[in-house]
Every structure is written in structure tokens, then in C-alpha cells.
């Protein structure tokens, strides 16, 4: 027998109200997954921005760079063993004020290795080629350790692509420079067969300040975790330390015309602090700044103080204005 048609409607009317606030209620899971890794990603707070990986070539070498940020160009030149993702704890907040530059250096990250050994003339023409592809005619520079050895060199050869000077934990080179701890000479001696993660673990805390490794070991282990995440080749490793090595401008720094900035930290256990007075005497009105406490990767151990002092200087009116420079490709 065959249902009244009104009995149908109200059959079909249900079961259609039924489809739709299903429909309904699966909005929200599905928001959900798509929030969670679909078209729109969210980071956590804290967490590094990625941005793009562009490519410049010096000869044969090609070197892997991000830019990110608006502004007065910014590049930040890291030291031996460590790629951009040393900067992670400051980068981007100095990309609220400059269009900020990292580097893998040649022998690290997805930069190519070409066979040693390297020079600190070499790597400041890498940083060279990255202005040139960037499309940037001049910028200021924060070179750190091995890293402020290559912006001095990009400084005295070329100094017209350099606006100003920034140089953390680094030396004057050569017969100039204080030696370091002969326990830091004997641990860099075994850094690249640093394998196991607490051997690589007491290497870390080697380069940061005394209060941060007793009262802050989350720094400790994100260091660690992201040197385990990034491992570089002994043969590379060796190939940029001896750049370091070999380092010796004579005493030319007397030449720097650019307004220069000197960060130290007094707790430094891979440079011996000392090399920062020597460095200050040998540039024309170089500025001398100690963090007190910190050790060599002081901008680990003081981020905030470190982006905080750093774009005070680089700001500073006192100082000349950087030179014109052509844009420089959009962060994206």
C-alpha cells in the first residue's frame, strides 16, 4: 500500500535536514584538517618563518640564500659549521626593520662544497655574488666568528657594497689575533667527528654562555637538535676552517672607512675575548660593545638585546646613511 504523499514530503524533509546538519557538523573537522596541514599552515609561536630558497652562483659555486623582511638591506654571514638556520633566533625580528639576507656558506646547508680548501676572499665573493643576484648594490653587514672575517674582507675589497659593519666574537687575524683556549683548540681539533649527540651536546655548550646552558637547556637542546638536523661533512668542515686559519689581512682593517660595530661576549670560550679590544684599535672609530655573560653565539644566549643593539646601531643617525641601492627581490 502506498504511503499518503504527505507522509513522503515529510520522509524526504527529514532526511534532507539529516544530510545537512551532518553537512553542518563536518564543517568544523574539516576546517580543522585544513588549518592543520591543507592550503593554510599555521606556525607556532616562536617558530621560524620559511621563506624561499633562491640560488646565486660565484663561478661553479652555487649558494643557497632567503631574503625576507623590508628595508635597508641586511645580510647576516655565518661562522664555521653553521648554516642560516643559525640565525633563526634572530632573523625575523630584524626583518621588521630590514630586508634581511642569510647565506649558507659554501661547504654547508644546500650551498654547493666544492673541494678545499676554502679562503675568507673566496667567501666574500660568494657573499658578492648573493648582493649581485639579490639584485642589492650595497648593504650592511653582521658577519659572526669565521663570518666576520669574510665581511671584513668584503669590506676592504670592495667597499663600495657595504654600507656598515657589524662583527660578533671574531678576530683580527693572523699575528694580531689573541690565541684561543688551547681546550677549544683541542675540541674544534674533533668537532667534525662530533657524532653522537652528547659528544656534539658538550661542544654546544662550549659556545654558549655559563647562564644559559645552567638555566635555560632549552636553548641547549634546540642548538643541539639543530646541528644533529644539519650535519656537514668533515671534509667541508675542515675546508672552512681553514679559511679561518688562514685569515690574515695584515693590519689592512686600519683602511674600514665603514661606521663599524663590535659585539663581544665576555664568557667567549671559542674566541678569546680579548681579540675584540685588538680588532677595535686596528678599525678607524669602530664602537666596542661586551654582552657580559654571554658566550660565543651570544645572539643564542641574547636575542633580544642582540636585535635590539644591532638596529640601534644600524640606525643610528650619527652614523652616515647607507649609500642608494637597487631593490632587492621581495621576500615573498
Same mark, same amino acid.
Given at each position: 500500500?502506498?504511503?499518503?504523499?504527505?507522509?513522503?514530503?515529510?520522509?524526504?524533509?527529514?532526511?534532507?535536514?539529516?544530510?545537512?546538519?551532518?553537512?553542518?557538523?563536518?564543517?568544523?573537522?574539516?576546517?580543522?584538517?585544513?588549518?592543520?596541514?591543507?592550503?593554510?599552515?599555521?606556525?607556532?609561536?616562536?617558530?621560524?618563518?620559511?621563506?624561499?630558497?633562491?640560488?646565486?652562483?660565484?663561478?661553479?659555486?652555487?649558494?643557497?640564500?632567503?631574503?625576507?623582511?623590508?628595508?635597508?638591506?641586511?645580510?647576516?654571514?655565518?661562522?664555521?659549521?653553521?648554516?642560516?638556520?643559525?640565525?633563526?633566533?634572530?632573523?625575523?625580528?630584524?626583518?621588521?626593520?630590514?630586508?634581511?639576507?642569510?647565506?649558507?656558506?659554501?661547504?654547508?646547508?644546500?650551498?654547493?662544497?666544492?673541494?678545499?680548501?676554502?679562503?675568507?676572499?673566496?667567501?666574500?665573493?660568494?657573499?658578492?655574488?648573493?648582493?649581485?643576484?639579490?639584485?642589492?648594490?650595497?648593504?650592511?653587514?653582521?658577519?659572526?666568528?669565521?663570518?666576520?672575517?669574510?665581511?671584513?674582507?668584503?669590506?676592504?675589497?670592495?667597499?663600495?657594497?657595504?654600507?656598515?659593519?657589524?662583527?660578533?666574537?671574531?678576530?683580527?687575524?693572523?699575528?694580531?689575533?689573541?690565541?684561543?683556549?688551547?681546550?677549544?683548540?683541542?675540541?674544534?681539533?674533533?668537532?667534525?667527528?662530533?657524532?653522537?649527540?652528547?659528544?656534539? =651536546?658538550?661542544?654546544?655548550?662550549?659556545?654558549?654562555?655559563?647562564?644559559?646552558?645552567?638555566?635555560?637547556?632549552?636553548?641547549?637542546?634546540?642548538?643541539?637538535? =639543530?646541528?644533529?638536523?644539519?650535519?656537514?661533512?668533515?671534509?667541508?668542515?675542515?675546508? =672552512?676552517?681553514?679559511?679561518?686559519?688562514?685569515?690574515?689581512?695584515?693590519?689592512?682593517?686600519?683602511?674600514?672607512?665603514?661606521?663599524?660595530?663590535?659585539?663581544?661576549?665576555?664568557?667567549?670560550?671559542?674566541?678569546?675575548?680579548?681579540?675584540?679590544?685588538?680588532?677595535?684599535?686596528?678599525?678607524?672609530?669602530?664602537?666596542?660593545?661586551?654582552?657580559?655573560?654571554?658566550?660565543?653565539?651570544?645572539?643564542?644566549?641574547?636575542?633580544?638585546?642582540?636585535?635590539?643593539?644591532?638596529?640601534?646601531?644600524?640606525?643610528?643617525?650619527?652614523?652616515?646613511?647607507?649609500?642608494?641601492?637597487?631593490?632587492?627581490?621581495?621576500?615573498?
Amino acid at each position: 500500500m502506498a504511503r499518503p504523499r504527505g507522509s513522503r514530503w515529510t520522509t524526504r524533509l527529514r532526511h534532507r535536514a539529516g544530510e545537512t546538519g551532518s553537512a553542518v557538523r563536518a564543517i568544523p573537522r574539516r576546517l580543522g584538517r585544513w588549518l592543520q596541514g591543507g592550503l593554510l599552515r599555521v606556525r607556532k609561536p616562536g617558530a621560524p618563518r620559511v621563506v624561499p630558497t633562491h640560488f646565486a652562483g660565484n663561478g661553479s659555486v652555487a649558494l643557497a640564500y632567503d631574503v625576507r623582511g623590508h628595508g635597508a638591506p641586511l645580510v647576516l654571514i655565518q661562522g664555521l659549521g653553521v648554516g642560516r638556520w643559525g640565525w633563526a633566533p634572530v632573523a625575523d625580528h630584524l626583518a621588521r626593520r630590514f630586508q634581511v639576507i642569510t647565506i649558507d656558506n659554501r661547504g654547508i646547508g644546500a650551498s654547493d662544497a666544492p673541494p678545499g680548501p676554502y679562503s675568507t676572499r673566496a667567501m666574500a665573493d660568494d657573499v658578492l655574488a648573493v648582493l649581485d643576484d639579490a639584485g642589492v648594490g650595497s648593504a650592511s653587514l653582521v658577519g659572526t666568528s669565521l663570518g666576520g672575517m669574510v665581511a671584513q674582507e668584503l669590506a676592504l675589497a670592495h667597499p663600495d657594497r657595504v654600507d656598515k659593519l657589524v662583527l660578533v666574537a671574531t678576530i683580527p687575524g693572523g699575528r694580531l689575533t689573541a690565541p684561543m683556549p688551547l681546550e677549544t683548540a683541542r675540541m674544534l681539533t674533533w668537532a667534525p667527528l662530533m657524532a653522537s649527540e652528547t659528544r656534539l =651536546q658538550g661542544f654546544v655548550e662550549h659556545t654558549l654562555g655559563p647562564e644559559t646552558v645552567r638555566r635555560r637547556t632549552e636553548v641547549v637542546e634546540r642548538l643541539t637538535a =639543530q646541528k644533529l638536523a644539519h650535519p656537514q661533512s668533515e671534509r667541508a668542515w675542515r675546508a =672552512q676552517a681553514t679559511a679561518g686559519v688562514l685569515f690574515d689581512p695584515l693590519g689592512r682593517q686600519r683602511r674600514i672607512t665603514q661606521p663599524t660595530l663590535i659585539l663581544q661576549g665576555t664568557a667567549d670560550q671559542v674566541v678569546n675575548p680579548d681579540n675584540a679590544k685588538l680588532l677595535a684599535n686596528l678599525i678607524p672609530d669602530a664602537r666596542l660593545q661586551y654582552f657580559d655573560g654571554a658566550g660565543h653565539l651570544l645572539y643564542w644566549d641574547e636575542p633580544q638585546r642582540f636585535v635590539r643593539v644591532v638596529t640601534g646601531f644600524l640606525t643610528d643617525r650619527a652614523t652616515p646613511a647607507p649609500a642608494p641601492h637597487r631593490a632587492v627581490r621581495n621576500a615573498g
